[in-house]
């Protein structure tokens, strides 16, 4: 499953998650679903606690919504080589 970048790719990982989970099964999740490095990078940022619901989530990771430029570079070579 491809993943869409940022905020709005953050949403289609959380869109598919049934609460209450932990921190680490968020980051499984992502990663399972193909989240770039910068979704990845952002949910091991938020704070280690089981959250009740997606917008939790959303308010404590430090992502911008997708602009292009606004991610990694390893990203941006991915997107270069598609």
């Given amino acids: 499953m491809g993943v ?39 949910l091991r940022s938020i704070p280690d606690a089981e959250y009740n619901e997606a917008n939790e989530i ?7 919504e997708y602009e292009p430029g606004s991610h990694t570079e390893s990203a941006q070579a991915q997107e270069r080589d598609q």
């Fill in 4 to 42: 869409k970048r940022g905020r709005s790719g953050l949403r289609q990982v959380l869109a598919g998650m049934d609460f209450p989970q932990p921190r680490d099964a968020v980051v499984t999740a992502a990663l399972e679903a193909g989240a770039d490095e910068e979704i990845v990078s952002a």
């Fill in 58 to 64: 959303l308010g404590s990771v430090p992502l911008p």
